[in-house]
């Protein structure tokens, strides 16, 4: 069954992709790194020149990341050079998975064909910029036929910038992921077993330039994550705030601000989080940028008041081979469908090598994810969950691409008692793209 995108896809994201024409994915060329792909993270800054595997539009929301990277790069290859562009995508693969119901009982493995078109949309002006891409996996189980389907896996991402005047500009990623395995789709990137999971994430921001050194951010995000057994728990985050950048030297930049986070989750009482955060930036060297941010959130609830350190870190490093990243995140959130408000630390980051071999793109995406129930949770579950993503792609020819990865998976899931999880997946394919440069 398709699920129904247009019933938890922002209407704002999804009438610039109309408006703008289909979208897609293809394969990017071999003189051009890929540094403008939509971003998996929604981080507080974005430096100009990309410097971070996947970047995007500079957006201001802290506490919200994406979904991490799971099998194949099929969704952020990059769009063709141009004013407009255009790519439909044609990705033929085959995967091996040692555990197709995230089990730790009932381990069952399978080989299942896969196809996944696509399209991606790309259109630079002088003050906008738009990048959209759209695809589905249709899969065909050899063992476990009753689990094929024509749209196992969809996924969604937009980002847009629009700049208002000299001095304000707009921001917009919108990002929605449908899986049934539900570690690839969570925004935590736990796992609640083999079910359909849809997430969407919503993250406006505007920047304001009040004198040369000082900007002030507005921002927002809506987070909602929808799962089909009935055992997990659907959740809403509704998160606003608010903050000033200030460039106290060319290399030296401090930072504060406030921000308001509202869950509303299946089965629990509302959870209302006030969080003030200070910090800086530095930029180490021309390639080699470090920020950090942190503060108290104070939780309130029916149930009790209590006070959650929150903060977040990150490392970018632009080499003449592609681009790494280090990044630490802990706020209060989801764990995935289980249990309530819990307090989240994720350690992440990211190596992209596009420049090693022309033709050849390499890519490592590592999370690793601690939740812990809070005391004003009714039901309380902790969860360690680790993701680690290799993807690589070579260029055989202008539009044919060969593509592989590797995705190990391992999680701890600590309840009535303890319960681990483990797979393994291994995906290769060929990807058909063919470039439209519109004008």
Not at 167 to 192: D, K, P, R, V, W
Not at 361 to 375: C, G, M, Q, V
Request: proline share 7%; net charge neutral.
């Amino acid at each position: 069954m398709i699920p129904p995108i247009l019933g938890y896809t922002s209407a704002v994201a999804l009438a610039c992709v109309l408006a703008a024409a289909p979208l897609a994915f293809g394969e990017p060329s071999a003189d051009k790194p890929a540094t403008e792909r939509p971003s998996r993270e929604v981080r507080p800054e974005q430096t100009e020149e990309g410097a971070v595997p996947g970047t995007g539009p500079a957006l201001q929301v802290p506490g919200i990341l994406l979904p991490a990277r799971v099998g194949l790069d099929v969704l952020y290859a990059p769009p063709p050079q141009g004013r407009f562009g255009l790519t439909p995508s044609l990705t033929l693969s085959e995967e091996f998975n040692d555990n197709i119901f995230l089990s730790s009982t009932k381990k069952r493995a399978d080989f299942i064909t896969q196809f996944t078109p696509g399209v991606s949309f790309a259109m630079r002006q002088p003050d906008f910029r738009l990048i959209a891409a759209y695809s589905f996996t249709a899969e065909i189980y050899a063992r476990t036929e009753e689990l094929s389907n024509v749209a196992n896996r969809q996924n969604l991402v937009a980002t847009a910038s629009y700049q208002l005047s000299p001095l304000a500009s707009l921001n917009l990623t919108e990002s929605f992921s449908y899986n049934t395995n539900s570690n690839a789709a969570s925004i935590s990137g736990i796992s609640s077993g083999r079910q359909n999971v849809w997430t969407n994430v919503f993250a406006p921001s505007l920047d304001f330039r009040l004198t040369p050194r000082t900007t002030w951010h507005v921002f927002g995000a809506h987070v909602l994550e929808r799962y089909s057994a009935g055992g997990s728990q659907d959740s809403d985050l509704y998160r606003i705030g608010s903050g000033v950048d200030f460039a106290l030297t060319p290399r030296v930049g401090l930072t504060g601000g406030y921000d308001f986070a509202y869950l509303d989750i299946r089965g629990e009482p509302a959870v209302l989080v006030h969080t003030p955060r200070v910090g800086g930036t530095y930029r180490v060297t021309p390639t080699l940028a470090a920020t950090v941010s942190g503060g108290p959130s104070v939780v309130v609830s029916d149930r009790d008041t209590i006070v959650s350190p929150t903060g977040s870190a990150r490392l970018i490093k632009s080499t003449t081979w592609g681009a790494m990243s280090l990044f630490y995140e802990r706020a209060v959130g989801t764990a995935g469908g289980f249990g309530g408000p819990s307090d989240n630390q994720t350690f992440g980051g990211g190596v992209s090598a596009s420049k090693l071999w022309p033709g050849l793109l390499l890519d490592f995406s590592p999370r690793y994810t601690i939740a812990k129930s809070e005391n004003i949770a009714v039901s309380r579950t902790d969860v360690n969950a680790l993701t680690l993503n290799l993807s690589a792609s070579y260029q055989l020819a202008r539009n044919i691409s060969v593509v592989g990865s590797y995705t190990f998976f391992n999680q701890q899931t600590t309840a009535r008692q303890d319960i681990v999880v483990d797979q393994n997946r291994v995906f290769i394919g060929l990807r058909f793209g063919y470039p439209i440069i519109i004008y």
